[in-house]
């Protein structure tokens, strides 16, 4: 743990200083409500102060349940959630595209609602014109300046704080920057960096990179980083697992990362924010940069600012 306790190092996303390792929420609303409210309160209580959420995770539930473990916590702890979709319990998958101004205004109320709070810091906007997920289609197909006007409109109300994107690519993220954009959510690991000019955008502007799926997923197109021999080999030399080498890498990559990986379990929590403090030599991240596989597009750049973080 570092010595100002914020796992991960210090970090910021927009106004705010978050510890670079924050926490997903998205699987705390299932299984026992017990078990999860102790989750988070350990997260806390480890210095963890960015919790990433939505109101259609588990329709509501994870709100809830973020409410009922920190409303009485000490510690500041910044909010980050999302709209654009609505959950549709009882479907497959359990949500909906809702990406219309009047969705997206709906979506921050049912946040302040489910918790409790008077203003969510902030909101990302996911976009539905790239994937992974659900492409837009219809009347769903809704012009980017179009819910930027809402989502400024929530902000100018002080309903929320900053404004966020997410599953963006380079044009969009351009396009969207004169509103203030503070942070930015893509599919993006190791061993997926098809959105490598997305990164270069935000180290351009200072606006926070923050991963999903760095790990990789179960999901066709996403490979999981564990499991590449490389990594593999790099974990056994430091006496890591390979999903802290994975996320050690993501952190070293570029200085405006911010991770959020998930998890049920307080031991694989804590294992998630000890890979805050693991160190790798330059030998081992030219290793990992070099994995058969991976894009490398804009890495030149990338590396710049590293040295420079340095």
């Given at each position: 743990m570092?010595?100002?306790?914020r796992?991960?190092?210090?970090g910021q996303i ?6 670079r ?5 998205m699987?705390?609303g299932?299984g ?8 988070l309160r350990?997260?806390a209580e ?5 919790l990433d959420t939505a109101?259609f995770?588990?329709?509501g539930?994870?709100?809830?349940r973020i409410?009922l473990a920190?409303?009485?916590y000490?510690?500041?702890v910044v ?11 009882g479907r497959?998958p359990?949500?909906?595209l809702?990406?219309k101004p009047e969705?997206?205004r709906a979506?921050?109320e049912?946040d302040?609602?489910?918790l409790?709070?008077e ?6 906007l ?8 659900v ?5 769903q197909v809704v012009d980017?300046d179009d819910?930027l ?6 902000r100018?109300e002080?309903?929320?704080g900053?404004?966020?994107?997410s599953?963006v690519d380079?044009a969009?993220l351009?396009r969207a920057l ?9 599919a ?7 959105r490598?000019?997305?990164?270069q955008v935000?180290l351009?502007h ?8 760095p790990?990789?997923s179960?999901?066709p197109g996403?490979p ?8 593999q080999?790099v974990a056994a ?5 390979p999903?802290q ?11 405006n ?6 998890t049920?379990s307080?031991d694989?929590?804590?294992?998630n924010l000890?890979a ?7 030998e081992?991240?030219a290793?990992?940069d ?5 894009d ?11 040295t420079a973080?340095e």
């Amino acid at each position: 743990m570092p010595e100002d306790g914020r796992p991960g190092g210090p970090g910021q996303i927009g106004a705010h200083a978050v510890a670079r390792i924050g926490y997903g929420a998205m699987s705390v609303g299932q299984g026992p409500a017990e078990g999860a409210i102790e989750l988070l309160r350990r997260a806390a209580e480890l210095g963890v102060n960015h919790l990433d959420t939505a109101s259609f995770y588990d329709d509501g539930e994870v709100n809830r349940r973020i409410r009922l473990a920190l409303n009485s916590y000490p510690r500041e702890v910044v909010i980050v959630s999302k709209v654009g979709a609505v959950s549709t319990p009882g479907r497959t998958p359990p949500l909906a595209l809702a990406q219309k101004p009047e969705d997206l205004r709906a979506a921050v109320e049912r946040d302040l609602e489910q918790l409790a709070i008077e203003h969510v810091p902030v909101v990302n906007l996911r976009r539905a014109d790239i994937g992974p997920g659900v492409i837009a289609e219809g009347d769903q197909v809704v012009d980017l300046d179009d819910q930027l006007a809402e989502m400024i409109a929530l902000r100018d109300e002080g309903k929320i704080g900053e404004i966020g994107l997410s599953n963006v690519d380079a044009a969009t993220l351009t396009r969207a920057l004169p509103a203030g954009v503070v942070c930015v959510q893509n599919a993006y690991s190791l061993l997926d960096r098809r959105r490598e000019d997305v990164l270069q955008v935000c180290l351009n502007h200072g606006v926070a990179w923050v991963p999903f799926f760095p790990l990789g997923s179960a999901f066709p197109g996403f490979p999981k980083v564990a499991d590449d021999p490389v990594v593999q080999r790099v974990a056994a030399d430091v006496g890591a697992t390979p999903a802290q080498v994975g996320l050690a890498w993501l952190l070293a990559h570029a200085p405006n990362t911010l991770l959020i990986p998930g998890t049920r379990s307080v031991d694989h929590l804590e294992d998630n924010l000890a890979a805050g403090t693991l160190s790798l030599s330059a030998e081992h991240l030219a290793q990992l940069d070099a994995v058969p596989g991976a894009d490398l597009a804009g890495r030149d750049g990338v590396e710049a600012f590293r040295t420079a973080d340095e």
